[in-house]
């Protein structure tokens, strides 16, 4: 996924929501399907294809018959199905209901120490390699990307990813005992192959949720005092 795309997408033109709209229907279709169903040229199919493509909406796959000329077929990408509507709202509050509920506590942080290792490679996987600055400043463009507003700064050689809406609205206010906070925590530390640390919470009154490494990989900079990350919320909140 190419992050600097995620982070700058437009909302997509009427035009092409239509193909978004098709390809939902009808997963693979190629230039010839979409020209046919959509009544137009297939130069405006193509022109249509190709920002989608761009924006990372939909993805070509190549078919080969013969000796003859390839024909490709067009298909969502995961950021295309997000993009025309596609949720999870419902089935997340159902099983999250059924996880908080459950009396046994082993058991209980188990399963959500697994579905947090799982989301946090999901993220990881789409981070590129580098130090722990330039993974936690493109966790922030991939949060941004999926519509999560999300900063980075580095203050006084502290990094801080500051998050500045809850990802789970519908799931936060049944979580009385903060286990959606804990997991956020896990799944970002998952992510970024280094234990990070919830510094300060919108629950708690704060303008942020924010993130920072924890002290148990001492890095090679000294964090600031706790009024620095003050400062910080205030700043951007």
């Known amino acids: 996924m190419d992050l600097a795309k ?14 978004l709209d098709l390809l939902r229907r009808y997963e693979g279709l190629t230039v010839i399907d979409l020209t046919d169903k959509l009544e137009v040229t297939a130069t405006a199919v193509r022109q249509r294809l190709d920002r989608l493509e761009s924006a990372g909406y939909i993805e070509r796959r190549k078919h080969s018959a013969g000796r003859g000329r390839p024909t490709y077929s067009y298909l969502l990408t995961d950021l ?45 996987d789409l981070l590129p390699a580098g130090s722990l600055d330039e993974r936690m400043r ?15 700064v580095n203050v006084d050689g502290l990094p801080i990813l500051s998050v500045h809406a809850c990802p789970y609205p519908d ?14 925590q896990q799944v970002l530390s998952e992510a970024i192959g ?23 990989n001492p890095p090679s900079y000294a964090a600031p005092e706790s009024s620095s990350l003050q400062s910080v919320a205030t700043a951007q909140s």
């Open 6 to 19: 995620a982070c700058n997408q437009n909302p997509t033109r009427p035009v092409d929501q239509l193909v």
């Open 80 to 124: 295309g199905w997000r993009q025309v509507g596609v949720t999870y709202t419902d089935l997340a509050v159902a099983l999250w209901t059924e996880i908080s509920d459950l009396e046994d506590l082993p058991t209980k942080e188990k399963l959500i120490g697994r579905v947090s290792k799982r989301m946090g490679r999901v993220f990881g």
């Open 138 to 152: 493109a966790l922030a463009g991939l949060m941004a990307s999926r519509r999560i507003p999300a900063t980075y």
């Open 171 to 184: 799931l936060s206010g049944r979580d009385a005992e903060r286990s959606l906070c804990k997991l956020e």
């Open 194 to 216: 280094q234990p990070i640390e919830l510094q300060c919470c919108k629950l708690d009154g704060h303008g942020t949720c924010q993130f920072t490494p924890t002290q148990k």
